[in-house]
């Protein structure tokens, strides 16, 4: 089965511009997070979907960051505009259910110039 | 509020030898306990998980957990590592009482010394 899917793998783009994360979850799970995996902070929590809803966004760090999830398939983190602070490791992760083991993607090393 | 402390920043070990990374949890309800494993340049790869019953889990790669509810512990074990289990070791709670989130510690580094 295939796993959850990120693109891009690495991004480097410069400060102000716009920048778009893409995920697709594991057939079949109702559960979609966004993390970002920094040095200083370690593994942080975004946003949560549940059902193509989200559920708590509350570590959303600003108004420039932007989550959808359109369809049961689909996902995207945006920051619009970029600053080098963004720089970190995003990672996308799908469940079954509430409360079972959160399946990680490969992630996107973000870096803003 | 939910926490995880992995006070192991840093492990080295010999090839061989027996490991042992603590995890130490705070939940107001029944936690549920997870070690993930993540190396270079990769995502999280889940080691193993408790929900309830034996406080004893086994998982992959010859690890195992021990739940002790009295010292709000989740020490993950390995009696013999291989090189290969070099990697960052991560413990998270979660449960009922916190929604679906997660919650995870700083991690352990793993160093393997031949």
């Known amino acids: 089965d295939a796993g959850v899917i990120q693109s891009p793998r690495h991004e480097v783009t410069e400060m102000g511009q716009e920048v778009t994360l893409r995920c697709k979850p594991i057939s079949g799970h109702d559960y979609l997070f966004w993390y970002r995996q920094t040095m200083m902070r370690g593994l942080e929590l975004l946003i949560y979907f549940n059902n193509n809803v989200p559920i708590d966004d509350s570590g959303m760090p600003e108004d420039r960051f932007s989550a959808k999830m359109p369809n049961a398939s689909f996902s995207t983190l945006k920051i619009q505009p970029s600053e080098p602070r963004d720089s970190a490791v995003y990672f996308c992760?799908?469940?079954?259910?509430?409360?079972?083991?959160?399946?990680f993607g490969d992630g996107t090393r973000l870096s803003i110039l | 509020a939910q926490s995880v402390t992995q006070p192991d920043i840093h492990i080295t070990v010999s090839e061989g030898a027996s490991l042992e990374l603590r995890c130490n949890y705070s939940?107001?309800?029944?936690?549920?306990l997870f070690w993930y494993v993540q190396s270079p340049g990769q995502g999280l790869q889940l080691l193993l998980k408790y929900f309830s019953g034996d406080t004893l889990v086994q998982g992959i790669k010859g690890f195992e957990a021990e739940f002790k509810r009295s010292q709000s512990s989740f020490n993950l074990r390995k009696p013999s590592v291989h090189w290969s289990d070099a990697a960052e070791y991560f413990c998270?709670?979660?449960?009922?009482?916190?929604?679906?989130?997660?919650?995870f510690g700083t991690g352990t580094q793993l160093k393997v010394e031949l």
């Open positions: 939940y107001g309800a029944t936690p549920y």
């Open positions: 998270a709670v979660g449960g009922t009482g916190g929604g679906n989130k997660l919650t």
């Open positions: 992760a799908s469940s079954l259910v509430s409360n079972q083991p959160q399946h």
